[in-house]
């Protein structure tokens, strides 16, 4: 067994519902996939001493799910005053509306057609819910309306599936851009040198200690794999379908669809840059 220390990030293990650190806690969502690692992860988060609570990602539209959420803000003496959504994948914001109908509170989101209420999110904007503090940082690239959630006081970074607590994320191509993804990454590793962010809470699989560590990783590993499909391409394979067999051939296989996104990502990339 790898000593998670020693893996990009350093990953704490097992995902399990719970506390990750002293203003956000953890609640699973039953949706486990090859896509979704150990399902999505729903964020709680809020000061200490107050009675109110801001939700991030209220997850895919499960009633045992949501209600499960709404019971924890309660077990600690919480109202859920706020939701906010990373993006609009449906493991993510799929239950939204249905969580704000259970709890009365806005739902906040890039994507005019995933509010519910009249404010949105956008690049430089705070959210101040019962004393917290989170900074949205625009982080594109998964999905052209992937926000970032900066948590200063717990020196955390909550980042919907721009990075994942396991693994690599894909670009969803069409909509996910390589260009301003590798943007994405690079503005939130600035955010641990310049921030002391050192915790990342992911939408997906476990919380990373190491959040330098994991945004170097993935820094590296798209430059690695960029650098695969650009030597596929000149050694003759042109389709996406292809490029994918080639350069993920050690990927299990269930997850090549995904990996062809990617790829295409990555194939425009290189057009756009004449590199191929």
Request: hydrophobic share 40%; proline share 7%.
């Amino acid at each position: 067994m790898t000593d998670a220390a020693a893996l990009p990030g350093q990953p704490r293990g097992r995902v399990v519902s719970g506390p990750a650190t002293k203003r956000a806690v953890c609640v699973l969502a039953p949706n486990p996939s090859p896509m979704t690692l150990d399902g999505t992860n729903t964020w709680m988060v809020s000061e200490p001493d107050s009675d109110l609570a801001v939700v991030i990602d209220p997850g895919p539209l499960d009633d045992t799910h949501l209600t499960e959420v709404v019971a924890t803000a309660e077990r600690a003496g919480k109202r859920i005053a706020l939701t906010l959504l990373t993006h609009g994948h449906a493991d993510h914001a799929e239950g939204a509306a249905r969580f704000a109908a259970l709890t009365g509170s806005a739902v906040r989101a890039l994507d005019p057609a995933l509010r519910l209420g009249d404010e949105g999110l956008g690049a430089g904007d705070v959210v101040t819910t019962g004393g917290l503090e989170l900074r949205v940082v625009p982080t594109p690239g998964h999905t052209s309306d992937s926000l970032s959630f900066h948590l200063p006081a717990d020196a955390a970074i909550l980042t919907g599936d721009t990075v994942l607590g396991r693994g690599t994320t894909m670009v969803a191509h069409p909509d996910g851009r390589l260009g301003e993804y590798l943007d994405s990454l690079r503005r939130l590793r600035s955010l641990t040198v310049d921030d002391g962010v050192d915790t990342v809470l992911p939408g997906h699989g476990p919380v990373l200690d190491d959040a330098r560590g994991a945004l170097e990783f993935y820094l590296a590993h798209r430059a690695s794999r960029l650098a695969q499909v650009e030597t596929a391409v000149e050694a003759g394979h042109r389709s996406a379908p292809d490029v994918v067999a080639h350069v993920y051939a050690d990927v299990d296989r269930t997850l090549w669809p995904a990996a062809e996104l990617s790829v295409r990502a990555q194939l425009d990339y290189l057009r756009e840059h004449g590199l191929i």
